[in-house]
């Protein structure tokens, strides 16, 4: 089982519509959650980060956090073409270290 | 200005050529990282280092040399790379036990 599994996709929305993002990961001992954009050929941009379970809403982003079905998701509001780009998802591990997904490309539709 | 600045972009070597990578961030920090990016695959940590001194080597083979001379400046000694070796190599910082890191643009290095 992979540490962390994100759907490569890509994920096709069309403008306007919620873009929903989904990673589960193995390590229980993860404590903080991240998640990071990026854009092609681009460094990876901390957009949310999540420790309690439960939503955190900043702007059009939700991150969602279920530490008991070890799930994180982040959703993206009424989506916009300039949100196209690959999101990776990162939990801590219990060594407070950052574990990537492969993460998930998303494609907005104008 | 970028808080974590690394030089070069881009780099291409031969297979018995010796560069280095440079990182330096500007956001006082004190922890800094080496991950390696390649195509299809997750981000892969390579060495931290925490108040100067390396934490953690994730197995990373010898021809791949860490310096860490002070809490700002980090650098990625190559040598003798391999064809399989090409990818983003990219440096990152946060404060010591937090997890939150912040990224470089990265060196995107091609070996020949």
């Known amino acids: 089982q992979k540490e962390v599994e994100q759907n490569s996709g890509p994920l096709s929305v069309p403008e306007g519509a919620i873009a929903s993002l989904n990673c589960t990961y193995s390590?229980?001992?993860?404590?903080?959650f991240f998640w990071y954009r990026q854009y092609s050929g681009k460094s990876p941009e901390l957009i949310m980060f999540?420790?309690?379970?439960g939503d955190k809403e900043d702007g059009r982003f939700t991150a969602q956090l279920n530490k008991a079905s070890q799930y994180v998701s982040l959703l993206i509001r009424d989506s916009q073409p300039s949100d196209s780009a690959t999101y990776l998802c990162?939990?801590?591990?219990?060594?407070?270290?950052?574990?990537f997904g492969t993460g998930t490309l998303l494609a907005v539709q104008p | 200005e970028t808080g974590v600045t690394q030089t070069p972009r881009h780099l291409v070597m031969g297979m018995t050529n010796k560069k280095s990578l440079k990182c330096e961030q500007h956001?006082?920090?004190?922890?800094m990282y080496w991950y390696k990016q390649s195509a299809k695959k997750p981000l892969e940590l390579m060495f931290v280092y925490s108040l100067e001194e390396r934490v953690e080597n994730n197995s990373v083979p010898s021809r791949f040399s860490p310096e860490c001379p002070n809490s700002s400046h980090l650098f990625l000694h190559l040598h003798t790379l391999q064809p399989e070796d090409s990818a983003l190599y990219l440096c990152?910082?946060?404060?010591?036990?937090?997890?939150?890191?912040?990224f470089g643009q990265g060196t995107r290095l091609t070996v020949v």
């Open positions: 956001l006082g920090h004190n922890a």
């Open positions: 990162a939990p801590s591990g219990a060594t407070n270290k950052l574990i």
């Open positions: 999540i420790y309690s379970n």
């Open positions: 990152a910082s946060s404060q010591a036990g937090n997890t939150e890191a912040f």
């Open positions: 390590d229980r001992g993860s404590q903080s």
